[in-house]
């Protein structure tokens, strides 16, 4: 559909969100007391912040949540049965206040989840996640959403995009359907446009995704790898916080007879990803855990999922407790 | 049939073979009638195989699609499904999801000589080809397998193997590592390659399969290169470590191939173009 | 931080190390742990109240050790977790060359163990001034406001063991997390398997932490995880009298029986 521009007003904004915090799960971003920025169903809207860079753990838990039960079993050894989850049973999800980097990943997560076979765990979540996004009118030393392809106010994976507006009102993109169906809710809040300027924060661009994928596509040799590895600890910091890693392990838990499967979230950083039963690891040493991450989603991923795997939201590097920087790195890798 | 990908079906173990004391041959029915009637697969595929509350594991998928109603899998006890897996009896429950992957190309292979080159636990993934082009004799060639294991009591599908020794129209030759044979073994004693090597046979017209551990592949490329083999005739399977079996998970791939979705047949030219991850 | 480069330069030039692991300034305003193999790179080396993450975590890692002998910038927390991986028999003495840090920030001169050890006795070793506010809050509680503080801090754990990979004594090749067979922690992470973690991991770094702080630092979800490993300091030292990292002959406090240990806690 068309898009079409609206402003709204900060009071405004704050109807609109109780009017959908009253009726569904609003998902919206609060700075907890020791100041980290988490997500939260249904704050008060006096504790939803507009203020925030990033928050420290991304939003795709909404669609890929950490731990997603896959069915339910009893194991009775001839009579074992299995109880399938009723995927209908998700609620619609209202995402609030979620950047553009953070918004562009859902795409991302579309292309890993259904190539070739759909995944009706995340897409069922998908179809009924609302995002109401917020332009950065902030930025830090770790965004680079301008070097893979976004920016500060792009408005891919939103359904409605806020905009600060220089007077503190918002501008409002309507941009899909869905997003049109929240306007209907409560037309009037949605005024005409009043011609003020949007406030958008400046990311520079670091590097040229593009030329990093060319570049990659003959570096799995490079001393790069490991000579840029080797402060790296092997934890599971950057994919966990990482919007787009996609990443994850099948378990089983029992109690007594019955029990459950589900996914959970895990990393390529770990040794035991890949570990054979027999001892043998294809990627035995952290350079090689390091490389599989930069060239899954900038190389990999561009030819089989037909996507980038990085939004720049710099959750990565500001959260690795040995500040491997990736878009340092990529910079660096443009250039070998 | 239910949209949840993960959702294994229910399988009654029909038969337990004991090829070792550490391999099992599990012939698996499918509980639910329709299952069955709608499953299909093809030579090389595989599949994941659970015990509910233990997990799954990967494995190819041992029978050949030219035996209908009811799959085959061999498996050796080594972690904690196999290990579960093995203490299940006659008539208990397990999980199957598949089938997964590509195939041998068993199509292009017709009007070819067939040359099966297997060591130790690697026959598994090769009896169900093995199997599917005897049971269309016809349109192949000279059909040899030559298998090795490390000892006598290592070699699975006893059974098999003296069937396929009995047959005119197979030439099966077995072999064990020096010191694993018995005082009544007749086979060959000696390493795969070295075995290869003294029945040289002709590269011309054939398709060489190969499946073993690292040290046997790399100890046999050799040989089937100096008897003119070209790296397109050869296959091999790969096996990384996988979960979802169908290019989701993220950890099976060897670079930008996921072993899941692109193999695990690969030719040996394929290989040759993967970087050193597997 | 001049003598520091000085230094690094020399034992890289003289080849008596092929690398220094030190500090460098990243992209960013934090700084980053730095390996230097080039003598004429020595220069990028830092040494300011920046530089925080335990670099003795390096010397047990494969491919650092692959580049030959290690000199390692040690302040405090980084001789003492030396001194725990020779006494645990991870490293040898005299393979590593220690560019001792004083509290003050110059470059001391430590030229083997014994004078390490020297060092580190005169130190104050207990928990950190401003860790030991936090902890005595903690322990004011009741045990029920206890374990609803840390329910509700583990809660938020996303079993990313940056804790576990951040510590020089995790070393394990297989952590008891990684074993199935019995799986003895969940590989989800839920609130009641999050504290099974936590507790697994204080426990096999009681008698063995030298309160560097790192477990907490490198959470990337804020989980103050170092608490845990601190108060067990804390009780350690109570109940017998020691504190970890303080010679290259101590056996292990809690696998070690002596005729004279406190037996107060056996119930």
């Known amino acids: 559909m068309e898009t079409t521009r609206k402003s709204i007003r900060k009071q405004s904004l704050e109807k609109l969100y109780n009017l959908l915090s009253a009726s569904r799960k609003v998902y919206a971003p609060v700075i907890a007391p020791d100041k980290q920025v988490e997500y939260k169903y249904n704050p008060d809207f006096a504790e939803v912040t507009f203020e925030h860079i990033r928050s420290t753990l991304s939003v ?41 980097c953070d918004n562009a990943a859902f795409d991302i997560l579309r292309s890993i989840f259904s190539w070739d076979i759909n995944d009706e765990f995340f897409s069922k979540r998908f179809e009924k996640l609302v995002v109401i996004g917020l332009s950065c009118h902030l930025s830090d030393e770790y965004c680079f959403c301008t070097s893979v392809g976004l920016t500060p106010n792009s408005a891919k994976g939103s359904d409605i995009l806020l905009s600060r507006l220089q007077n503190g009102d918002y501008q409002a993109e309507i941009l899909t359907e869905k997003g049109n169906g929240i306007v209907t809710l409560s037309p009037e809040l949605f005024e005409p446009i009043s011609g003020e300027e949007v406030t958008v924060t400046e990311v520079k661009q670091k590097f040229n995704h593009e030329q990093v994928t060319v570049k990659l596509a003959s570096a799995f040799e490079n001393r790069f790898w490991i000579e840029n590895s080797l402060r790296c600890i092997g934890c599971g910091a950057c994919a966990y916080v990482c919007p787009t890693c996609a990443c994850f392990d099948i378990q089983d838990e029992t109690k007594g007879k019955n029990g459950k499967r589900y996914r959970s979230w895990d990393s390529c950083g770990f040794g035991l990803f890949t570990l054979h039963t027999s001892g043998h690891n294809p990627r035995q040493v952290q350079s090689q855990r390091w490389r599989q991450r930069i060239m899954h989603k900038f190389s990999y991923m561009p030819e089989r999922n037909e996507s980038l795997g990085c939004v720049g939201c710099g959750r990565c590097s500001s959260g690795c407790p040995v500040d491997m920087n990736i878009a340092e790195q990529l910079e660096a890798l443009q250039n070998i | 049939m239910s949209d949840n990908i993960y959702k294994p079906y229910l399988m009654e173990i029909e038969n337990i073979v004991e090829e070792t004391p550490d391999v099992r041959t599990f012939r698996l029915k499918f509980k639910n009638s329709d299952d069955a009637e709608k499953f299909s697969f093809k030579a090389g595929q595989f599949g994941e195989y659970s015990v509910f509350g233990e997990g799954e594991s990967t494995f190819c998928v041992a029978s050949s699609p030219t035996r209908k109603g009811y799959i085959e899998c061999t498996f050796r006890k080594a972690g904690r499904v196999t290990n579960a897996l093995a203490n299940l009896e006659m008539g208990d429950t397990v999980g199957f999801r598949g089938p997964y992957g590509n195939t041998f190309p068993i199509e292009q292979w017709e009007g070819k000589n067939l040359l099966y080159i297997a060591g130790g636990i690697a026959l598994p993934p090769m009896r169900c080809v093995i199997w599917n082009t005897i049971d269309l004799r016809d349109k192949y060639k000279d059909i040899t397998i030559i298998y090795g294991a490390r000892s006598v009591s290592d070699l699975v599908y006893k059974q098999e193997l003296k069937e396929w020794e009995e047959r005119p129209d197979i030439r099966l030759i077995t072999t064990v590592d020096p010191g694993g044979q018995t005082p009544e073994w007749k086979g060959e004693t000696g390493f795969v390659p070295m075995v290869l090597e003294k029945l040289a046979p002709s590269s011309e017209n054939t398709v060489a399969i190969l499946c073993g551990p690292p040290v046997m592949i790399k100890f046999t490329m050799p040989v089937l290169k100096k008897l003119g083999f070209q790296d397109k005739d050869i296959y091999t399977t790969l096996e990384n470590r996988m979960k979802c079996g169908f290019g989701k998970c993220g950890r099976c791939n060897v670079g930008k191939v996921f072993v899941c979705k692109d193999g695990p047949v690969f030719s040996y030219e394929q290989i040759l173009l993967l970087p050193e991850e597997f | 931080m001049n003598s520091l480069i000085t230094r690094a330069k020399e034992l890289l030039e003289n080849k008596s190390v092929q690398v220094v692991i030190g500090y460098e300034a990243g992209p960013t305003s934090v700084a980053r742990p730095a390996f230097i193999t080039d003598p004429a790179k020595a220069g990028t080396l830092i040494y300011d109240e920046r530089c925080v993450q335990n670099l003795a975590v390096y010397l047990t890692k494969p491919e650092v050790k692959h580049l030959g002998k290690m000199a390692i910038v040690a302040t405090l927390p980084v001789m003492r977790s030396i001194m725990m991986l020779i006494s645990e028999q991870q490293i040898f003495a005299d393979s590593i060359v220690v560019l001792g840090i004083s509290a003050d920030g110059s470059l001391l001169d430590i030229a083997d163990v014994k004078v390490m050890q020297g060092y580190i006795e005169k130190s104050d070793l207990g928990n950190p001034e401003k860790y030991k506010e936090l902890l005595a809050e903690l322990n004011k509680l009741s045990p029920e406001e206890r374990f609803a503080f840390w329910q509700k801090e583990l809660s938020k754990c996303i079993k990313c063991y940056a804790c ?66 601190m108060h067990l300091v804390d009780q350690v030292h109570n109940y017998f009298n020691v504190y970890a990292g303080t010679s290259e002959k101590m056996s292990s406090v809690l696998s070690t029986f002596e005729p004279n240990d406190k037996e107060s806690f056996i119930i």
């Open chain 3, 164 to 229: 576990r990979q951040a510590c020089p004594m995790c070393y394990c090749t297989r952590c008891t997390v990684e074993v199935n067979q019995p799986q003895w922690i969940p590989v989800q992470s839920n609130t009641h398997g999050n504290m099974e973690w936590h507790i697994l991991r204080a426990m096999h770094l009681a008698g063995r932490c030298i309160s560097c702080g790192e477990c907490g630092r490198a959470c990337p979800v804020g989980i103050p995880c170092h608490l845990l490993t």
């Open chain 1, 60 to 100: 795709k838990n909404v669609v890929f949540p950490k731990v997603e039960n896959l069915f339910f079993y009893s194991n009775a050894k001839t009579e074992s049965t299995i109880t399938d989850i009723d995927l209908n049973k998700i609620p619609e999800i209202v995402l609030w206040g979620t950047h553009p």
